[in-house]
C-alpha cells in the first residue's frame, strides 16, 4: 500500500434493514438468529450503496456527484465512521471533520459561545484548544454580538456560519463538506471557499455537491455515483460532463428509491 | 478507522488474553479519552434541566426535603427498626427509608430514561463522529448529582437530629463506585435495546413499580423467613440498600458475604452491559 494513501474504499456495501412491523424486528431478532440455523428473514434490505471503489490520496480533493438517494451521504457517514459498511473494506488514516450538519446539533437555548464549546468538544477538540481559539472562530463567523445570543434567535444562515467556523478551527486532515455552503450568502461561501482552497495545500477535501461548477473549481478528481454503483471516476472535468450530460436524457422517476 | 464486512480491525497483534484485557480496560480508557466531551455534555444538561425554571437548583433539594419528612410524619409513631427494637425516634425510620429509597430512585431515574436516550441524542449520532457508548456514561453522572442531593441532606439530617454521624459513612464513596458501576451497565443495556424499540420503555415503566415490592425500601429483608431473606439478595438492590443503612443510619460495617457479592454482580452487569452496547452499536446510526 503506498503511504500515500488516506482513505482507501474497497467494494463497499451498505443495506438498511426496512421491517414491516416492530414485530417483524421481534422476530428477526428471537427466530432469524444464524445460530439457530434459520436462513429466513423477516425484513427487506435496501442497499443504499452497492459497490463503491475508490481511493484518495493525502492532499487530494475528491468531489462527490449523484443524485438525490445515490448513496453520496451514506458514502460520506461511512467514511467518518457514523455507520459501518454491511460488506467491503474502508480505511481511513487521519482526523475526519465532516461538516455535514453540524448546525443540527446546536443546542437552541444556549448562546453562540457555548455552542462552541460543545461544537467543539463534540468535534473531538480539547477544552484548552477550543478557548484559545475562540476569538479566531468568533472573527470568521463574523456574527458580531450575536454570540451572546441563544441560537433560537440566529437565522439559518448565521448558524452556518457558526457551525464552518467551528469546523475550519479543527485541525483535521480530512474535511468532508456536504452541500452545506449553499446557505450562507455569497460573500460568506467566497470567505469558505477561500478557506477550502487554502486547506487544499496541506489537507484532503472529500467534496459533495450538485452543481458542476462548485466541483471544478475545487477538486481535481471526482467520482459519479449513481444507484449504489461508481458510474464514472476520473479527471473532474469528464465526470462532471458526462454526469450533466445523462440528466439531460434521463428522466426523474421514484422507482429508484424501492427496496428489492 | 478499519472496517471490513462491517467488523471493526484494530490495528496490531493480539492474543485472546490481550483483547479480553483491552475490552476490560476500554471503558475507562474511552472515558479518559473523551472527558472534555463529557464534560462540555453533562454541563449543558444539568443546565437544560433547570433552565426556565424560576427556583432552579432549589427544586432538586425541595423535592427529597418533603419526602423525607412525609415519611417521618407517616411512619414516625409505629414503626420498628429490624433488630426489634421500637426506634428510637420517627427520624431514626424516616432515614432508614430515606436510604433505600436513594438507592432505588437513582436507579428508576436511569432505568426509565435509558431506553429513549440514543434517541434523545440521534441528531448527534447521526451527524457527528460522538461516542454513542458515552452518553450512559453521561447520563448516569447526572443522576449522581441529584442521588447526591439525597445522600447529603441524609446526612445532615442525622448529624442534625443524633448530633453526630458514624464514622463509616466514610465507606460511602466505596458504595458508590459499584452502584454506578452497575447503573451503568444497565443503562448501555437498556439504551441499545431501546434504540431497536420503544417497547424497552414501556416495559421497564410496567415492571419498575413492581420491582419496588421486591425491594427492601419500605422494610426490612431481616424481618423475613431466612428462605425469602435469601431469594431478596437475587435483587442486586437488596444487597447496596442494605450496606448503605448499615453504614449511614446503624454505623456498622455491612456483611462482608453481601459485600462480594453485590460487587460481583455490578461488575458483572457493567462488563455484559458494555459488551451488549458494543455489539449493537453499528446497527444503531441506522435504526434511530
Given at each position: 500500500m503506498s503511504s500515500d494513501v488516506i482513505i482507501k474504499a474497497k467494494h463497499l456495501a451498505k443495506a438498511y434493514k426496512l421491517y414491516d412491523s416492530p414485530g417483524d424486528w421481534l422476530k428477526q431478532g428471537l427466530l432469524g438468529s444464524p445460530l439457530l440455523g434459520?436462513?429466513?428473514?423477516?425484513y427487506k434490505s435496501f442497499w443504499a450503496l452497492k459497490d463503491i471503489t475508490f481511493e484518495v490520496e493525502k492532499g487530494e480533493s475528491l468531489g462527490i456527484i449523484g443524485r438525490n438517494g445515490c448513496g453520496k451521504s451514506t458514502l460520506l457517514q461511512i467514511v467518518c465512521g457514523m455507520t459501518r459498511p454491511t460488506k467491503g473494506e474502508i480505511w481511513v488514516k487521519g482526523r475526519v471533520a465532516p461538516v455535514l450538519a453540524l448546525g443540527a446539533t446546536f443546542d437552541l437555548e444556549a448562546t453562540g459561545r457555548e455552542n462552541v464549546l460543545i461544537g467543539g468538544a463534540v468535534l473531538g477538540l480539547k477544552r484548552p484548544e477550543i478557548i484559545e481559539k475562540f476569538d479566531s472562530i468568533a472573527d470568521f463567523a463574523g456574527i458580531g454580538d450575536f454570540m451572546?445570543?441563544?441560537?433560537?434567535?440566529?437565522s439559518t444562515g448565521m448558524r452556518t456560519r457558526l457551525a464552518f467556523a467551528i469546523c475550519a478551527h479543527m485541525n483535521a486532515e480530512i474535511l468532508i463538506v456536504d452541500e452545506a455552503l449553499s446557505v450562507g450568502d455569497l460573500a460568506f461561501q467566497k470567505k469558505c471557499i477561500d478557506w477550502i482552497d487554502n486547506f487544499r495545500r496541506s489537507g484532503t477535501l472529500l467534496f459533495v455537491s450538485h452543481s458542476p461548477a462548485e466541483l471544478s473549481r475545487l477538486c481535481n478528481h471526482a467520482i459519479w455515483i449513481d444507484n449504489g454503483h461508481v458510474r464514472e471516476a476520473g479527471d473532474v472535468a469528464n465526470v462532471t460532463r458526462a454526469y450533466r450530460k445523462a440528466t439531460l436524457v434521463e428522466q426523474d422517476s421514484m422507482s429508484r428509491f424501492s427496496a428489492v | 478507522m478499519h472496517y471490513v464486512d462491517g467488523k471493526q480491525v484494530i490495528p496490531g497483534h493480539y492474543n485472546r488474553f490481550q483483547l479480553f484485557i483491552r475490552f476490560l480496560l476500554e471503558p475507562f480508557t474511552g472515558a479518559w479519552h473523551h472527558r472534555d466531551l463529557i464534560v462540555a455534555i453533562l454541563r449543558r444538561e444539568l443546565r437544560e434541566r433547570f433552565s426556565g425554571s424560576v427556583a432552579g437548583w432549589v427544586w432538586a433539594i425541595v423535592a427529597p426535603v418533603i419526602s423525607l419528612v412525609t415519611y417521618t410524619l407517616v411512619f414516625g409513631g409505629a414503626a420498628k427498626l429490624p433488630d426489634g427494637k421500637p426506634a428510637s425516634s420517627a427520624i431514626d425510620y424516616a432515614l432508614f427509608v430515606f436510604g433505600g429509597l436513594i438507592a432505588f430512585n437513582f436507579f428508576t431515574e436511569m432505568a426509565y430514561r435509558a431506553p429513549s436516550l440514543l434517541h434523545e441524542y440521534a441528531h448527534y449520532l447521526k451527524q457527528t463522529m460522538f461516542p454513542a457508548e458515552m452518553l450512559p456514561v453521561i447520563s448516569t453522572l447526572r443522576a449522581t448529582t441529584y442521588a447526591s442531593i439525597g445522600l447529603t441532606l441524609m446526612l445532615l439530617c442525622q448529624l442534625i437530629f443524633s448530633g453526630t454521624l458514624h464514622?463509616?459513612?466514610?465507606l460511602l464513596p466505596l458504595w458508590f463506585i459499584p452502584f454506578l458501576a452497575f447503573l451503568l451497565g444497565i443503562t448501555w443495556l437498556l439504551s441499545a435495546m431501546g434504540a431497536f424499540t420503544r417497547d424497552t420503555a414501556y416495559l421497564m415503566i410496567s415492571i419498575a413499580p413492581v420491582l419496588m415490592f421486591a425491594t427492601p425500601v419500605f422494610f426490612s429483608?431481616?424481618?423475613?423467613s431466612p428462605d425469602v431473606k435469601l431469594l431478596m439478595y437475587a435483587n442486586i438492590l437488596t444487597g447496596f440498600i442494605e450496606i448503605i443503612r448499615d453504614i449511614v443510619v446503624f454505623g456498622k460495617l455491612p456483611n462482608i458475604l453481601v459485600v462480594a457479592w453485590t460487587v460481583f454482580l455490578s461488575a458483572l452487569t457493567f462488563w455484559v452491559g458494555y459488551w451488549f452496547f458494543r455489539r449493537q452499536q453499528g446497527g444503531i446510526t441506522d435504526v434511530i
Open positions: 434459520s436462513s429466513k428473514t423477516y451572546e445570543q441563544p441560537i433560537k434567535l440566529y | 464514622w463509616t459513612v466514610l429483608h431481616e424481618a423475613l
